[in-house]
């Protein structure tokens, strides 16, 4: 039987929070970190991937970056690329030293937005032999003009981004917008989604729905696509044609240095956050990917 665990590690200033599942069986097990969408915690998608791994014969760590969630770090929900790498950085570091764990057999799962963050710290850590992507949100500055409104959109969010900067230099304070919301026109995500709104998906109290504007040029300006020639470790890419920026998903995966494979499947974005089959669909895929690369 699966058991979580609630641990606490290291990560530069911070003291961040994560479960980690492990699976029945004796013996060091081969580890994954898991981690979710832009602005999520743990208990919204990676706390469900991780204990399917472990059901799965993994050793599961996900966790809350800084700044989210259980985890230490100011400001509070706002969204730094570079600071979730070091983070999954800090995480493979304390889930590779664990008893329970085989530290030579690590990899990474990453969904949506997570997948850039994963593939930007495989680039540089050996340690990691393995990388699945499920649903992955993979972007470059040409993909987000597209996604924001062209190049006027961007710059609006860019400065409005440079004035809550100044306004937190100066006082503090953070400026948030929701991160999504049918009435509001700022929000990051100006829609009804219903995975982020209903309490029974993924409006949980632990999630405060809330965007630091002063986030957006570290978003906009991120370039996974150009990680994928550096990428040498293999790569699974689970997507459907109906979830976000498959364009974006293709251009990646045709770019991989390294053995690379990609299950097409069906189901929008947020399916493969909570809904079935995609779930069990996807981690089926991540696990015997894994399995075939981590032994």
């Known amino acids: 039987m699966t058991t979580r665990h609630k641990v606490t590690f290291a990560s530069d200033d911070a003291t961040l929070t994560g479960n980690l599942f492990l699976p029945d069986g004796d013996g060091p097990a081969p580890g994954i970190v898991v981690a979710g969408t832009w602005t999520s915690v743990k208990e919204q998608m990676a706390d469900r991937y991780a204990e399917r791994l472990a059901d799965r014969g993994f050793a599961a760590l996900s966790f809350d970056f800084t700044g989210y969630g259980e985890s230490g770090g100011e400001p509070r929900d706002f969204e730094v690329p570079e600071q979730k790498i ?20 690590l990899g990474a799962l990453g969904v949506c937005a997570a997948a850039m963050y994963m593939s930007a710290n495989a680039v540089d850590d050996p340690r990691v ?30 400065a409005a981004a440079e004035a809550a900067r100044r306004k937190y230099e100066e006082t503090g304070e953070v400026d948030y917008v929701p991160v ?22 993924g409006g949980i109290p632990q999630w405060p729905n809330r965007f630091a504007v002063m986030a957006w040029p570290g978003w906009l300006t ?74």
């Open 86 to 105: 070091r983070d999954i950085h800090n995480a493979v570091t304390f889930l590779g030293a664990h008893e329970a764990v085989d530290g030579e057999r």
């Open 180 to 201: 999504v919301s049918g009435t509001d026109p700022r929000a990051a995500m100006p829609m009804d989604v219903d995975f982020y709104l209903n309490p029974d998906r």
């Open 222 to 295: 991120f370039d996974s696509i150009s990680l994928a020639p550096r990428l040498t470790q293999p790569v699974l890419l689970v997507h459907s044609e109906d979830a976000a920026i498959p364009d974006g998903a293709r251009r990646f995966h045709d770019g991989l240095a390294g053995p690379k494979d990609f299950v097409w499947t069906t189901g929008s974005q947020f399916d493969f956050y909570d809904q079935e089959p995609n779930v069990t669909t996807a981690a089926d895929a991540a696990a015997a990917h894994f399995t075939g690369m981590l032994g």
């Open 129 to 158: 032999r393995s990388v699945a992507l499920v649903a992955p949100w993979l972007h470059d500055p040409e993909i987000c003009r597209g996604a924001y409104g062209g190049a006027e959109g961007v710059a609006e969010r860019v």
